[in-house]
């Protein structure tokens, strides 16, 4: 066992012999593809065998491959050139070169090593890789990418081997063809190509195969040509060599020729170092790797979680954010904290995702976090010009950026609005706080933004806008609810009170009083007339009690003695049962005021009071209601301890909200100022309104 | 009746809008009394007054259209002479209030013994500025 392993084992490499390697490239030598392809061929056989590398290359002209005049004439060529020092080994860098070596071979004797796919074999005296491209892999990227794509336009060349890679992409994709439809443009001149992919379908997919050659014989560079395509096109473009990626298209399962010449360059290096070509053979590899350009997937607002696991986005320019870091960061906490209090858990768990990613790569979570906030950003100077701007999707955008940059506010948005901006850079100037307007837009509907503006230093200020349409409507529907909540809550309470009074009282007001007569009647003997006065009396403290429920849910002072007596006997109650001490003034106060307006002022006098004797610890409260100029005020103020006007716990707690949307219901505002030690003011303003008269 | 001896017996108009109560209320003034009608809002008591002039008028506060507040002020200002007694069926201080501002004579709370709105009549009867509240003694 151990002698036959000693005699499979290679002999070991002579260190100083030189080795001659042979490469042929299918192409130019100055093709953008192939140089760095080149370069590292060299660098792997250099790593393998040092000094003793005596490297050279053959470019073969892809184009004429085919003409077998041609073909005879390079092979005689080359055989001649190198008769005198022929090559240790030949290395075919492409399935081409492979058929063009091996049908004939070029030097009978001397081992082949390539890069070939599937279905292109070389000669018995050969080994290398296999290695396929995986058209399929970009086009179901892409798919993901753009779930909606129903139009794949396949932009291929017509040069000897192009169409080779349209068929060997037909085949592979053949089962997605139920899913989008192929059209192919080939064979077209590069400004024709442009002029097709200027005006596709929305939401077509660009798959481009490289263009070399066009049907009328012009060859083009497949690099330039990306360039070209992708500029003029109205659709994203994908492609498959890796040689594609930073001129234009958005990426894709790339292939890496320059991963195949590395792999086979190891064989080469092994054969020479006198390996077996028979135990080296053929291994398929894998040199497919999804990469993506962060510029394309920017300009056509592709979201980097939509590609496949494991994607590698290069080209990443320096963000917006990285810029102004600082001053969209302050601005951004206010913002994300009021994303989450609007959309609660689902933002917390897509924010949590996010964070996580961000864990991974800085930049990607400077972009996260842009991506998490709909907003659109501008720098401006001080003369409201437009120095740069950041935005997540340029749909977002009203006016493009071609007609607002270099221009000022003045110039692009409307009169009043542009006033209003210049205003708050006016305001801001010298401030570490946002001035925040709020405006409206008749678009396709009313819409409502937001935008807040804070100086980045003496001359640029940073506008940071957000469309608020949505959180709006659902704090108007919320309002709506909340008003609706306490009308009809009011109304139940007033049924119940009035069941409570007419029904049920009332009737107990007239047993008490028949029992009374029946007690007095004479005749009647002693011991049943003291019996009947008592339940006179029990069935008149039960009508007593009856009519306090109902008064608790529905005030019966409000409704018959009016605003002013109601309020001063709640006061007076309160102001013995607590022992504090309750002035009450008023003045102005029309006789018959609007029932809905008399109850909104009643139960805001009773929460605030309510709510002096619970917390502030006060000794003087003072009530004033005035009516002035068509309006109501109610003011309650005291001398207690007071809290944090600005904190919304303290709101949720002392019912403001619930007072805030009665007057609000009732068309007035509330105001309330309050401060730790300092008393607490609660001023509610409310139009009148006289009750219709009867 | 009890009391000092008067004249002639007090013309007596009642006003509550639960009739029922009318009923009773009329069965216990009977023997001391002329009721010369019993109407069930405000609005009537104005009319009934111009027909049968009394000399006490027993209203409710709570009534609708117009309450027995409204219509004891307008009562007064027509007729100052005539006796108001407010009843309510709330017992508390600030009807009491209400009721003599107003101008009313007596305030009763209106599940209170017969005889106290008897000396509630009697007491408007008597021509007196005084204001006096009978109410039920608290528990």
């Given at each position: 066992?151990?002698l036959f392993l000693?005699s499979a084992?290679?002999a070991p490499p002579?260190?100083?012999v030189?080795?001659?390697?042979l490469?042929?490239?299918y192409s130019m030598?100055?093709?953008p593809?192939?140089?760095?392809?080149?370069?590292a061929l060299r660098?792997e056989?250099?790593?393998?065998?040092g000094?003793?590398l005596?490297?050279?290359?053959e470019?073969?002209?892809?184009s004429r491959l085919?003409?077998p005049?041609?073909?005879?004439?390079?092979?005689?060529y080359?055989r001649?050139?190198y008769?005198?020092?022929p090559?240790?080994?030949?290395?075919?860098?492409?399935s081409t070169?492979v058929?063009?070596?091996?049908?004939?071979p070029?030097?009978?004797?001397?081992?082949l090593?390539y890069?070939?796919r599937?279905?292109?074999?070389?000669?018995p005296?050969?080994?290398?890789?296999i290695?396929?491209?995986?058209?399929r892999?970009t086009?179901?990227a892409?798919l993901d990418?753009?779930p909606?794509a129903?139009?794949?336009?396949?932009?291929?060349?017509?040069?000897?081997?192009?169409?080779?890679y349209?068929?060997?992409l037909r085949?592979?994709?053949r089962d997605?063809?139920?899913?989008?439809t192929f059209?192919?443009?080939?064979?077209l001149s590069?400004?024709e190509?442009?002029k097709r992919?200027?005006?596709?379908?929305?939401?077509s997919i660009?798959?481009?195969l490289?263009?070399i050659?066009?049907?009328?014989g012009r060859t083009?560079?497949?690099?330039?040509?990306a360039?070209?395509?992708?500029?003029?096109?109205?659709?994203p473009?994908y492609?498959?060599?890796e040689?594609f990626?930073?001129h234009?298209i958005?990426?894709?399962?790339?292939?890496s020729?320059?991963n195949?010449?590395?792999?086979t360059?190891?064989?080469?290096v092994?054969?020479?170092n006198?390996?077996r070509?028979?135990a080296?053979?053929a291994?398929?590899i894998d040199s497919?790797?999804?990469?993506?350009?962060?510029?394309q997937?920017?300009?056509?607002?592709?979201?980097?979680?939509?590609?496949p696991a494991g994607?590698v986005?290069?080209f990443?320019?320096?963000?917006?954010?990285d810029?102004?870091?600082?001053y969209?960061?302050?601005?951004?906490?206010v913002i994300a904290?009021?994303l989450?209090?609007?959309t609660?858990?689902?933002?917390q768990?897509a924010?949590?995702?996010?964070?996580?990613d961000?864990?991974?790569?800085a930049?990607?979570?400077n972009?996260?976090?842009?991506?998490a906030?709909?907003?659109l950003?501008?720098?401006?100077d001080?003369?409201?010009?437009y120095l740069?701007y950041?935005?997540?999707d340029r749909?977002?955008l009203?006016?493009q950026?071609?007609?607002f940059m270099?221009r000022?506010i003045?110039e692009?948005?409307?009169?009043e609005?542009?006033g209003q901006?210049m205003?708050a850079?006016?305001?801001?100037?010298?401030?570490?706080?946002p001035?925040v307007?709020?405006?409206d837009?008749m678009l396709d509907?009313?819409?409502?933004?937001?935008v807040r503006i804070?100086?980045?230093?003496?001359f640029?200020?940073?506008?940071i806008v957000r469309?608020v349409?949505?959180?709006?409507r659902?704090?108007?529907?919320n309002?709506?609810?909340?008003?609706r909540?306490?009308?009809s809550q009011?109304?139940?309470r007033?049924?119940?009170a009035?069941?409570?009074?007419d029904h049920?009282?009332?009737?107990l007001?007239?047993?008490?009083?028949?029992?009374?007569?029946?007690a007095?009647?004479?005749?009647?003997?002693?011991?049943?007339?003291?019996r009947?006065a008592a339940?006179?009396?029990?069935a008149?403290e039960l009508?007593g009690?009856l009519?306090?429920v109902?008064?608790?849910?529905?005030p019966?002072t409000?409704?018959q003695?009016?605003l002013e007596?109601?309020?001063d006997?709640?006061?007076?109650?309160?102001?013995?049962?607590?022992?504090?001490?309750?002035d009450v003034e008023s003045?102005?106060v029309?006789?018959?005021?609007?029932?809905?307006?008399a109850l909104c002022?009643y139960?805001?006098a009773?929460?605030?009071?309510q709510?002096?004797?619970r917390h502030s610890?006060?000794?003087?409260?003072?009530?004033?209601l005035?009516?002035e100029?068509?309006?109501?005020?109610?003011?309650i103020?005291?001398?207690?301890?007071g809290?944090?006007?600005?904190?919304p716990?303290?709101h949720?707690?002392?019912g403001l909200t619930s007072?805030r949307?009665r007057?609000?219901?009732?068309?007035?505002?509330?105001?309330?100022?309050?401060r730790k030690?300092?008393?607490?003011?609660?001023?509610a303003r409310?139009?009148v309104?006289?009750a219709?008269?009867v | 009746m009890?009391?000092p001896?008067l004249p002639?017996?007090?013309r007596?108009?009642?006003?509550?809008?639960?009739?029922?109560?009318?009923?009773?209320?009329r069965r216990?003034?009977?023997?001391?009394c002329d009721?010369?009608?019993a109407?069930g809002?405000g609005r009537?008591?104005?009319a009934?007054?111009?027909?049968?002039?009394?000399d006490v008028v027993?209203l409710?506060i709570a009534?609708p259209?117009?309450n027995?507040l409204?219509a004891?002020r307008?009562?007064?200002?027509?007729?100052p002479g005539?006796g108001?007694v407010?009843?309510?069926a709330?017992?508390d201080?600030?009807?009491?209030?209400?009721?003599?501002?107003?101008g009313a004579a007596a305030?009763v709370?209106k599940s209170?013994?017969?005889?106290?709105l008897?000396?509630a009549i009697d007491?408007?009867?008597?021509?007196?500025s005084a204001?006096?509240a009978?109410t039920?003694p608290p528990?």
């Open positions: 066992m151990a000693l084992a290679p002579d260190s100083t030189r080795k001659k390697v490469a042929i490239f030598r100055q093709a593809l192939l140089v760095d392809v080149d370069a660098r056989l250099t790593d393998g065998l000094d003793r005596e490297y050279s290359t470019h073969i002209d892809l085919p003409d005049v041609y073909q005879s004439a390079v092979r005689a080359l001649t050139k008769v005198e020092s090559p240790d080994v030949v290395i075919a860098t492409s070169i058929q063009f070596a091996s049908r004939d070029l030097f009978p004797d001397v081992p090593v890069a070939t599937s279905g292109v074999t070389a000669g005296r050969a080994a290398g890789v290695s396929d491209i995986d058209f892999g086009l179901t892409a990418a753009q909606d129903r139009d794949v336009f396949l932009v291929g060349g017509s040069a000897p081997g192009e169409q080779t349209l068929d060997l085949r592979q994709c997605l063809e139920t899913r989008v059209h192919e443009i080939t064979g590069l400004p190509i442009e992919v200027r005006r596709l379908p929305a939401g660009v798959y481009y490289g263009v050659g066009d049907n009328s083009y560079s497949a690099v330039e040509a360039e070209s395509i992708s500029a003029a096109s109205s659709a473009v492609g498959w060599h040689g990626l930073g234009g958005v990426g894709g399962r790339l292939h020729a320059v195949d010449v590395r792999e360059a190891r064989v080469a092994r054969v020479l006198g390996e070509l028979e080296l053979g291994r398929k497919g790797v999804f990469e993506f350009d962060a510029r997937l920017q300009r056509w607002s592709i979201a980097e979680s939509s590609l994607s986005v290069v990443r320019q320096p963000t917006f954010f810029r102004y870091r600082g969209v960061l302050g601005g951004l906490l904290a009021q989450m209090l609007i609660g858990l689902l933002v768990r924010m949590r995702r996010r964070a996580e961000a864990l991974i790569d930049t990607a979570r972009s996260a976090i842009l991506r906030v709909p907003d950003m501008f720098v401006v001080r003369d409201g010009r740069d950041h935005v997540r749909r977002l009203l006016v950026p071609e007609e270099g000022t003045c692009v948005m409307p009169p609005l542009a901006f205003d850079i006016g305001q801001v100037a010298g401030r570490t706080e001035v307007i709020e405006y837009l509907e009313l819409r409502h933004f937001e804070l100086p980045v230093d003496p640029r200020f940073l506008a469309e349409t949505e959180s709006r659902a704090m108007d529907l309002r709506t609810l909340a008003g909540l306490i009308t009011e109304d139940e007033q049924r119940i009035r069941e409570l009074h049920m009282a009332q009737r007001s007239l047993l008490a009083v028949d029992l009374g007569t029946l007095r009647e004479d005749g009647s003997p002693a011991g049943l007339r003291t009947l339940l006179s009396s029990h008149s009508g009690d009519q306090r109902s008064h608790r849910l529905h019966a409000l409704e003695l009016g007596m109601a309020i006997a709640f006061c007076r109650e309160l102001a013995q049962t607590r022992r504090v001490a309750i003045h102005g029309p006789a018959a005021l609007a029932p809905d307006v002022l139960r805001v009773q929460e605030a009071l709510n002096v004797v610890g006060a000794s003087q409260v003072t009530v004033r005035a009516g100029d068509g309006v109501l005020v109610l003011t103020e005291d001398d207690g301890r809290f944090d006007a600005g904190a716990i303290e949720a707690a002392l007072m949307e007057v609000r219901l009732a068309g007035g505002t509330l105001a309330v100022e309050s030690g300092g008393g607490t003011r609660v001023e409310v139009p309104r006289e219709r008269s | 009890s009391g001896a002639r017996r007090p007596v108009l009642l006003a509550d809008d639960y009739a029922p109560l009318l009923v009773s209320w216990i003034l009977d023997p001391s009721v010369v009608d109407v809002d009537e008591v104005l009934a007054a111009r027909t049968h002039a009394p027993v409710d009534m259209e117009v027995g409204v004891c307008e009562l007064k200002a027509s007729y005539i108001v407010l009843v309510s709330f017992d201080a600030a009807f009491q209030q209400a009721a003599n501002a107003a305030f709370v209170v013994a017969a005889d106290e008897e000396r007491h408007a009867f008597s021509g007196t204001f006096r009978f039920r528990r």
